[in-house]
């Protein structure tokens, strides 16, 4: 019988808490790192994003859950088709002028191929991704990196932008302020090629010092 493999979060999650003490610790709260691989579309991902934006998750679902509604079997619907879809439409499921405005041009950028599919992406760097999904509007750097961890399952993201990343951090490692982003930059470089398992891991220790607040 040949040896057991350990799976890659656990692989990870072993050499982050190798690498660095303080993260250790809370890998030892939290435990076994349980992200879900994504599969969806780049396109159907960005329309998802962009409808969170600003808001919080439930109402995103229903904004959500409305959008698709428009359309039959209760699917994203293809970028042509919502191209066509008039926008007061749009707006009547809940969606700003503003995310009217970005999901269209997602569609647009989609169709002349600024945004490609599945495939194309995976040909990319992480780097070239974030610097396509710029471009379009709506979308800027935290939101590609979200796609490069949650549906491309890029393996090595760490958005130094992200609140509730420097928010942990500043927790976890007893600061007195949130480190800036070129700073969080550089101390993360210690948790390469694992950074996505450090980022789920600073978020979920996040989720647990608030949860521990609420219960006393």
Same mark, same amino acid.
């Given at each position: 019988m040949g040896t057991r493999v350990p799976p890659p979060a656990a692989c990870a999650a072993a050499a982050l808490a190798t690498a660095d003490p303080r993260l250790a610790a809370a890998i030892e709260i939290i435990g076994p790192c349980t992200v879900t691989k994504g599969r969806g579309s780049p396109y159907e991902s960005?329309?998802?994003?962009?409808?969170?934006?600003q808001v919080h998750g439930a109402a995103a679902k229903a904004i959500l859950a409305r959008f698709r509604g428009l359309?039959?079997?209760?699917?994203?619907?293809?970028?042509?088709?919502?191209l066509a879809t008039a926008d007061a439409r749009l707006r009547a499921a809940g969606l700003s002028r503003a995310k009217v405005a970005a999901i269209k041009d997602v569609a647009a950028r989609t169709l002349d191929g600024m945004v490609p599919d599945r495939r194309?992406? !995976?040909?990319?760097?992480?780097? /070239?991704?974030?610097? &396509?999904?710029? *471009?379009?509007? =709506?979308v800027g750097r935290w939101t590609a990196?979200?796609?490069?961890?949650?549906?491309?399952?890029?393996p090595d993201v760490l958005p130094v932008g992200d609140f509730g990343i420097r928010h942990?951090?500043?927790? !976890?490692?007893?600061?007195?302020? /949130?480190?800036?982003? &070129?700073?969080? *930059?550089?101390? =993360?470089?210690?948790?390469?090629?694992?950074?996505?398992?450090?980022?789920?891991?600073l978020w979920r220790y996040l989720d647990y010092v608030r949860d521990k607040r609420r219960n006393g």
């Open positions: 960005l329309l998802s994003a962009i409808a969170h934006q359309y039959p079997d209760g699917c994203y619907p293809a970028p042509a088709e919502l194309g992406m !995976l040909r990319l760097s992480d780097e /070239e991704v974030i610097e &396509r999904l710029s *471009a379009v509007r =709506g990196e979200m796609l490069l961890m949650f549906t491309l399952n890029r942990s951090f500043k927790l !976890l490692y007893r600061k007195r302020a /949130e480190p800036k982003p &070129r700073w969080l *930059a550089a101390y =993360g470089e210690r948790w390469a090629p694992y950074r996505t398992t450090a980022s789920w891991y």
